[in-house]
T-cell receptor, first 109, second 114 residues
Framework: GQNIDQPTEMTATEGAIVQINCTYQ??????LFWYQQHAGEAPTFLSY????GLEEKGRFSSFLSRSKGYSYLLLKELQMKDSASYLC??????????FGKGTMLLVSP | EAQVTQNPRYLITVTGKKLTVTCSQN?????MSWYRQDPGLGLRQIYY???????DKGDVPEGYKVSRKEKRNFPLILESPSPNQTSLYFC?????????????FGQGTRLTVV
């Protein structure tokens, strides 16, 4: 079966760094996606990892450990506009994505 | 502009009245899928399609139908909507059936069934 776990909510302060963790168990694994979703809007792509290690993209970085079934999204220099839900999704083959329930991040001044 | 377009954006309907939510993409993507999103449950896949005339059930297919007669269109059909199908629906497409391809989402359809 498929199971994706991530924290429900996190809070952080503007300018700080926050790490959002995700653990997954899937039958078949072909990479891990992170999406950002603002309230009432469509999810937008942030990152993709298929090999172990860290992928850096500006203020956002994503890490994957396949042996541990673990990923995290690191957001640096937080801005108010980063307040959103962050969705972890495992690609279990073809283009099928299994999503976690999302982590709501609230950035305060 | 590359996009996935859903219509309508908002819909209020009554129990049992058949409805169709349209989805169209202009990126020549092979793979398309439908999700519903509910508070506390996240995004759950309803149906997906790997190419024209090829569709398959996702995690929550009951009460829904789909068709893929053309590559660009993937409508979601609710033959007899019920209140438990009140939800936010997203259509998504991606370039191919190989893993690792980014999914592009439509803007969502907020459906209320009374």
């Amino acid at each position: 079966g498929q199971n994706i776990d991530q924290p429900t909510e996190m809070t952080a302060t503007e300018g700080a760094i926050v790490q959002i963790n995700c653990t997954y168990q899937t039958s078949g694994f072909n990479g891990l996606f992170w999406y950002q979703q603002h309230a009432g809007e469509a999810p937008t792509f942030l990152s993709y990892n298929v090999l172990d290690g860290l992928e850096e993209k500006g203020r956002f970085s994503s890490f994957l450990s396949r042996s541990k079934g673990y990923s995290y999204l690191l957001l640096k220099e937080l801005q108010m506009k980063d307040s959103a839900s962050y969705l972890c999704a495992a690609n279990s083959g073809y283009s099928t994505l299994t999503f976690g329930k999302g982590t709501m991040l609230l950035v305060s001044p | 502009e590359a996009q996935v377009t859903q219509n309508p954006r908002y819909l209020i309907t009554v129990t049992g009245k058949k409805l169709t939510v349209t989805c169209s993409q202009n990126m020549n993507h092979e793979y398309m899928s439908w999700y519903r999103q509910d508070p506390g449950l996240g995004l759950r896949q309803i149906y997906y399609s790997m190419n024209v005339e090829v569709t398959d059930k996702g995690d929550v297919p009951e009460g829904y139908k789909v068709s893929r007669k053309e590559k660009r269109n993937f409508p979601l059909i609710l033959e007899s909507p019920s209140p438990n199908q009140t939800s936010l629906y997203f259509c998504a497409s991606s370039p191919g059936t190989a893993g690792g391809t980014e999914a592009f989402f439509g803007q969502g359809t907020r459906l209320t069934v009374v």
